[in-house]
């Protein structure tokens, strides 16, 4: 068993991980930290427990420390970070110096050149990426960085694709309100409304997908050459990113050919490994969010709705964006690093 | 005054329609139908009223009549259709051959090469394929069609931008409940959920911009070059049809110039016509469709949040789907008939 | 295995008696019947299947039959039936003329003398009215009914308070659109809304919930003489009826005597059966739809929030309505006919 | 023209403030203030703006000030209060002192003897406790708080039905996230659910309506024996709360004669009294929030639904709660206070 914790473990990412560690076969989870206020508190008391599935006993007793190296007993060997990134910008560098090894969903750092930033079935020779890290940096630990949940939605789909040679992308969102957090969309702002332009997200698409494309050869990662354009809008959903994207490609792919893509696209055996990695939906009106989000346990992409346009093929994809799109992506990055022999 | 008639008037859209034209300074209500089963009944009888504002009095005590020409006063000048489409194909004809002139929000027959398909502030000029019409068709009175709420929407920027000259557009759209009528979408489908692909939505985006922004020589429409491609999703918003565009153009206008395209496109001078036409958001998260969707009364486009593109341009706009995307639509090209001599 | 049967099988509740059927250990689906319509095709062509799980592949491929004893194999020896009130009404009859055991969520003949309104852990005795019933109606079969999803939420507490003596009941609903059926609440009537006085709701919670209180002599049911008056609400929730609940009493208790007598509520050994049936909440804000509905398997009742007032106490309540309100008090009752021995 | 002020004009209820005071014959707005980090800002900058009519331009250029009493012109006679209750406990007494007459909306001091409670319909001869606060405190100002939104939806039915004597209220209700400010309520914890016991609300409910419907001798307020319980629910609607009641009465009207007592409710000739106060709807799935908040400019109460129970009455009703729950009643206490010579 991998001793583990988790960092700012009691907002709504940090709920996922608890349900998702429960009964998990590897891991064992053994601190959970907050901040500074909630320290000394058991996690019952500390968090506002909102996930559709009981509190686990042993983790509702557990008392939540401050979010610090000298804090967190030294038997456990990896960390997931669930941090606001201002706050993991100034703490993760000092768990990192400490010789943690960080599986973290926090933005910061996810663009750095030797930071990996990884899907364990897309590209997970990046992780290789943390000999440059360690170099670099001087640290005995690791950091590996799992994508913005919008981009994590769609990068399995341009992965399957790029068999075709992806030249160009436009990619529209409807992402669910527990993307922001707890407290990060007011019920006044989005009952009966959408917002579009939701804030540094689209931006986090159009470069966190070209690097997870990109290619690694042992010193750095050169990322792909497509042109991404996002726009993305916050719905009245509760959880599942709706995703319209378009790509324009080298080939002309039939649609056929397109969804049996879909369908080849790589898994992982690891335990949180969904497999198939893309379900695909042949009804024209699938995937939504409500009805496919659970797919595969929540880890899995859902594709559908392929059709030929007059320059590429369009189609709709979604995932669960706090298991795959955070607490489920870290876990799995997690998983990959121990599998590999980082932890 | 110009006494008017609503075929179809019990439903979302005839609704809308005796709400616009309660107070109307030039138009005059003076016969509402709805099918055979409602024949004879008082309006308030045969309506179940979901707009909120009160029935107008006048109206709630008129007597509905059947959908069909020798049940509608003679002295009526101008009708108002807001049939489904299945039923306004079999009987539209009958009140042309009847001689009435049908202003009709219903989506058959709008690419038909001998029916004007009009947005009054966009295209006016192509009402004269009205002597076509009744050259071929043998009518005495004349069909005027407005296009699909999703197309409206958005039709007005392009034709701004068309300074620029419009390549090609990706619109992917988040549209409300309503645009599908009252019983067109269960609440057990939409809660917590999003549909994409809504069912010949994308291609009449397609098509009738094009048509829309085609030019008449007098004989008839050539439609407009650029390729359009539309990814339609419906979401749980009662009112206003949000949408995500990408333009590219042939030239590379800088945003400013963007904005003031919008600002400065075309209006009409009639009873119903919003001034300005498109009304600017600057603030990133604009337009909204609960804050934004009453702008102009319901009749203005809301555009905001433009921003460059490797290839062009992005921007999301707005427009109210029921006022400006229907009834509001066929009221104003009602009002174009009267002024250009056809009524 | 018992072989089993749904009738209306396409519908809302019917999706639930096979997503709840599938791995059941001792029932076997053997039939499943919608509207002459539908006869001929597979069930998944029949169903627009909604559930968030996927059709059970078996099932996918079943032949959908009319609803009619000619249509339905001999050797299926119970029938599960979901119709509409007006449809079964005429048709249950014929089943049970034919010698047909149906365990029937439909609301017909709910209150009449003969036809045991049951849940199995609160008055299971009442399904010896079969007795009365065969006698009366010479029908080799037998016919079970469930209350409806807003009763079967309320009454298991009642009953748990009738140990203090139940004199008067105020009850309010925040109901589920689900329980209207797919097309029963349009998204244009309930988004950003509520609305009140559901049709015949009322009148239900009143009179089954003393009927199912009532003593039974071998004879016939003595109804409660509790008072029992409700308000009916719809609200924009997919699942989960939450009640506010006043109750009258002759005795005093604490407010821990209720919650002991909630969690002393009778259970039942039979397989779909949730033990406790009460899941009592001491957190004022729980039970909530989205976060307690699925507490036992969505087959328990949760509770919360006991207060005293001037004349007795208040608490809410809150059920899966589809689950533990339609299909699941169903197929519990057709567990219990099974043990019961009338199977 | 009386010179008015906004204390806390920036947040949910301090916008409805502005809105309505926009085109107000006899106020005009001449300060607002704000917390300390917002004072030097125009209100454009300091306000999120997200009430749907657009900022007032004068307004939008107008600097905030801080919520102090040095900060606001002498020549201000009247202030409306939307502040925090926390806030207003603390700092409205600095405004008396100062000697500002002051209409407040927050819920401190709302059942101190000396401060009036008033909703000017109902008791506007509570107003003359000024006279005691003034010789109690030492006030120069004078302090008038109107009640709580859950409650002043259901007292002006309550004050109607008193002429029958009412002994005991059972409330239920299905209350509007706007009701608990911008902040109040996260998108994640309504969307797809319902939030019971809110709060302190209940015993708001209780209390305010009581010492509303009580009897001033001119020395203090005997509150209304009547007895009150409520349960309070939050549920996924913007605006306007909904109640079900149920009254207990000493005689025993019919149903007719409840709807005359409704519409025989007294009005009062203030600019923004609505008149009937109480709006009347014999279909029985009505009131609703969506279609009928806006009864009366939002603010009228909308009641209907009366039905007769074993031992009194049941019937729902509603009002808009920012506005005639909030802003709307602070500026009518405002405008009674002008009328009456207290300012």
Tied chains: 1, 2, 3, 4.
Excluded at 61 to 76: F, L
Excluded at 220 to 249: F, K, M, Q, Y
Aim: hydrophobic share 40%; aromatic share 6%.
């Amino acid at each position: 068993m991998t001793r583990v914790g988790i960092l700012g473990a009691t907002g709504a990412v940090g709920q996922r991980f608890i349900q998702l560690l429960d009964d998990h076969p590897d891991f064992e989870l053994a601190a959970v930290t907050a901040s500074e206020a909630s320290a000394g508190e058991t996690y019952k008391e500390a968090a506002k427990w909102r996930v559709d599935t009981p509190i686990p006993e042993d983790v509702a007793s557990m008392t939540v420390r401050a979010t610090d190296p000298d804090e967190v007993p030294d038997d456990v060997d990896l960390l997931f970070s669930s941090l606001p990134s201002s706050v993991a910008e100034r703490v993760e560098p000092k768990f990192l110096d400490a010789g943690y090894v960080v599986s973290s969903n926090s933005s910061n750092d996810r663009l750095a050149d030797d930071v990996p930033l990884v899907i364990p079935e897309i590209n997970p020779e990046h992780l290789d990426l943390i000999e440059v890290q360690r170099d670099e940096r001087g640290w005995d630990g690791a950091l590996v960085k799992n994508p913005n949940c919008s981009t994590i939605t769609m990068v399995p789909t341009l992965a399957a694709l790029d068999r075709f040679g992806i030249e160009r992308v436009h990619v529209s969102t409807l992402q669910a309100v527990s993307g922001a957090g707890y407290s990060g969309v007011s019920s006044m702002e989005i009952i009966d409304n959408a917002i579009p332009h939701i804030g540094g997200e689209e931006e986090k698409m159009e470069t966190e997908s070209r690097k997870l494309l990109g290619d690694f050869d042992g010193a750095e990662v050169e990322w792909h050459g497509a042109e991404v354009s996002a726009s993305c809008n916050r719905i009245p959903t509760i959880d599942g990113h709706l995703e319209n994207v378009w790509a324009e490609l080298d080939e002309d792919p039939t649609v056929a050919e397109v969804y049996e893509a879909f369908a080849d696209a790589p898994t992982q055996d690891l335990y949180t490994a969904p497999d198939p990695l893309i379900e695909t939906f042949t009804e024209p009106d699938r995937p939504q969010p409500r009805l496919d989000r659970m797919v595969g346990g929540g880890m899995a992409v859902a594709a559908g709705g392929v059709q030929h346009t007059d320059s590429g093929i369009q189609y709709n994809c979604l995932a669960h964006n706090t298991i795959r799109g955070a607490a489920g992506a870290s876990l799995l990055n997690g998983e990959l690093l121990v599998e590999e022999g980082w932890v």
